[in-house]
């Protein structure tokens, strides 16, 4: 008696409407959430998540208020299932209905596999520089290299989200404890002035010697993003080996840019180049006649093969703003498959490879030879398009089906 009642609700067709309807307020919602919260956010909250929390101002409490994007098509979908398995009999006559339904069902699935698999980068590339690797857009990571052994590196990775926690951190391939001092979500760097700083620097190594570090509000603006930075104290069991600023600021070869010319700026070519330097040398520090490098960067997605750029081009039309030719030259290498060509990437005409689609994206407003290509890995990439197919094949064949048998009445009357 009771697996009919729940079998009755699954199959019911008010379920379906309910559905759909609270569908449509949730993108309601969340597109209005998008404004305070950004995309990405507003995306993880509303449309990535079974139920929608809300928590009282001053307390930690997290009260579910309403269902989220998962929880809604998971319904739809089992509703959608169940309604096959109790309503409809395989006949010629629906056949138009179960393509158009195994469509539908292939769309529901496919959005969530990408959901759920879909990884998006970017490489940034100078002419002649090559990488095996591409960077998160918005994720970031606290690397620490053990680069003792000429002929690789031994990479430990820590997401931020551990150093947002802060407190100490242990891992098992380190020899030293990480003491995460503080932590800042979004960070501006800027000088330390002999008058106004008085106080001790925020590290007694590396960048955090010259530059202060100050926590910025955190941004939900599409055009720009959040630069962490972290105060990470090294300790070992004889002590202490010093505390370090890591930030965004210090490798990303944008922001590098940016501080540069900052500097050059304020205090001119010759002052502003020797300050530039701060950037050139790794942080880092030895330990029991090893020699670690620590960085926090963008989360790094490493590639068994190397692209290298031969050559960007961004020409305009003469007196306008609209580009005439938009486009990298890569060398692409991969030894294992003894794989050596080039290929041109422009607008519309990605390159496809080993799972991934590099896109012609942007480039650098300041260096003319810099080019940025977006990096995209989807497995369920074709699902849209075959669901549309079909979607579309089975209203052809629905609707052939009843004119035929409308045709067929015609001729008999």
Request: aromatic letters at 10%; one cysteine or more; hydrophobic letters at 40%.
């Amino acid at each position: 008696m009771l697996l009919n009642r729940i079998l009755k609700i699954f199959t019911s067709l008010r379920l379906t409407v309910v559905c759909l309807c609270l569908a449509l307020l949730l993108v309601f919602i969340g597109t209005l959430a998008q404004v305070d919260e950004g995309l990405y956010q507003a995306q993880n909250r509303y449309f990535r998540s079974l139920l929608i929390y809300w928590t009282p101002k001053g307390s930690g409490w997290n009260i579910p208020v309403f269902p989220g994007g998962y929880l809604v098509g998971g319904v739809l979908l089992i509703n959608l299932l169940a309604a096959h398995a109790k309503r409809f009999q395989f006949t010629k006559k629906k056949i138009g209905i179960f393509i158009i339904h195994a469509g539908i069902i292939l769309l529901l699935l496919g959005q969530f596999a990408t959901d759920l698999f879909q990884v998006e980068s970017h490489m940034w590339l100078n002419e002649g520089q090559s990488k095996n690797y591409s960077d998160s857009s918005a994720v970031s990571e606290l690397a620490v290299v053990d680069t003792s052994n000429p002929d690789y590196d031994e990479v430990v990775a820590i997401p931020e989200s551990v150093l947002a926690r802060k407190g100490e951190i242990h891992h098992a391939k380190l020899s030293f404890t990480l003491r995460v001092k503080n932590y800042f979500q979004n960070s501006e760097p800027r000088l330390r002035a002999p008058m106004v700083d008085t106080g001790p620097p925020q590290a007694t190594q590396g960048i955090g010697q010259r530059l202060e570090f100050t926590e910025s509000p955190a941004t939900v603006k599409m055009d720009s993003r959040n630069i962490p930075a972290a105060i990470v104290e090294v300790v070992t069991a004889q002590g202490s080996l010093g505390t370090w600023v890591v930030s965004n600021w210090a490798v990303e070869e944008k922001l590098v840019q940016l501080l540069r010319a900052n500097f050059r700026q304020r205090l001119g070519d010759q002052l502003g180049e020797q300050l530039g330097r701060l950037f050139d040398t790794p942080q880092q520090f030895t330990y029991q006649g090893r020699t670690y490098q620590m960085a926090l960067r963008p989360v790094r997605f490493y590639k068994p093969f190397n692209i290298e750029l031969l050559k960007f081009s961004h020409d305009l039309y003469k007196g306008t703003e609209i580009p005439k030719n938009f486009s990298s030259r890569i060398r692409l290498r991969r030894p294992d498959k003894n794989e050596d060509r080039e290929v041109l990437i422009y607008m519309n005409n990605p390159l496809r490879y080993a799972g991934e689609t590099f896109f012609q994206a942007g480039f650098d407003d300041v260096d003319p030879r810099v080019t940025i290509l977006q990096v995209v890995r989807n497995p369920g990439w074709l699902t849209p398009y075959l669901s549309c197919v079909l979607v579309a094949l089975g209203l052809i064949v629905q609707f052939m089906s009843h004119l035929i048998g409308f045709a067929k009445k015609r001729r008999t009357a």
